[in-house]
């Protein structure tokens, strides 16, 4: 069965400060992968998609980045953080062609 | 931009009663799913439902793909339903659209 971790569970951090989020799929080779954002009370925005290793696609900036270093990690990372950047982020995968997508527990970060 | 609109926001109901959620959105889905999200932020996948109809346990899905509409619902409601049903929908890449959600409470 396929497991998905995110890593931390959550932070606080300072404006300013950089960030590195963490998003592991476990028994499943080549999904494809996914990074969303939820503000407070907000809806959940796709950020970020990727096919493949060393691939990743941008749908939303937030002055964000994201890498897939191996084929079952995702990373998601600012090297500044905004109060802009607070809220839910949570990490997702599917199989190829219209399967349906399988969200991790997600980090939630503060930043004050 | 992708639109998808869900009703009502919020909906409370007694232990027992029945729900229907609505989704709306603004393209033709190729991909429709529902999920339960807990207080806690976290998604379950409830039902992957592009078009017709699906059951599972106590929730059934309708999607009309033509209307651009689907609807979840919940039979028998229990107090442990309670929390915010999100649809989702996919237009056939790589972009899915999520709406504000339903947030249900059941009470005893």
């Known amino acids: 069965a396929q497991t998905i971790h995110q890593w931390p569970v959550a932070e606080i951090k300072a404006v300013g400060s950089p960030l590195s989020l963490g998003c592991t799929i476990k028994g499943k080779s080549s999904p494809n992968l996914y990074w969303y954002w939820q503000a407070t009370g907000g809806t959940l925005q796709q950020l970020f998609y990727?096919?493949?290793?060393?691939?990743v696609e941008s749908v939303v900036q937030l002055n964000l980045s994201a890498s897939r270093p191996k084929d079952d990690q995702f990373i998601l990372s600012t090297e500044k953080l905004l109060l802009s950047h607070s809220g839910f982020y949570l990490c997702?995968?599917?199989?190829?062609?219209?399967?349906?997508?399988?969200f991790g527990p997600g980090t939630r970060l503060t930043v004050l | 931009g992708q639109q998808v609109q869900q009703s009502p926001s919020s909906l409370v109901l007694q232990e027992g009663e029945n729900a229907e959620l609505q989704c709306n959105f603004s393209s033709t889905a190729t991909q429709l799913q529902w999920f339960y999200q807990s207080p806690g932020g976290s998604l379950v996948s409830l039902l992957s439902?592009?078009?017709g109809t699906k059951h599972t346990g106590r929730l059934t899905s309708t999607t009309v793909t033509k209307e651009r509409r689907s609807s979840l619902h919940i039979s028998s409601s229990q107090t442990t339903d309670s929390g915010t049903y999100l649809c989702a929908m996919n237009t056939g890449y790589q972009n899915f659209y999520f709406g504000k959600g339903t947030s249900l409470t059941v009470i005893p």
């Open positions: 439902n592009p078009s």
């Open positions: 990727s096919i493949t290793v060393g691939q």
């Open positions: 997702a995968w599917r199989d190829w062609g219209y399967a349906e997508q399988f």
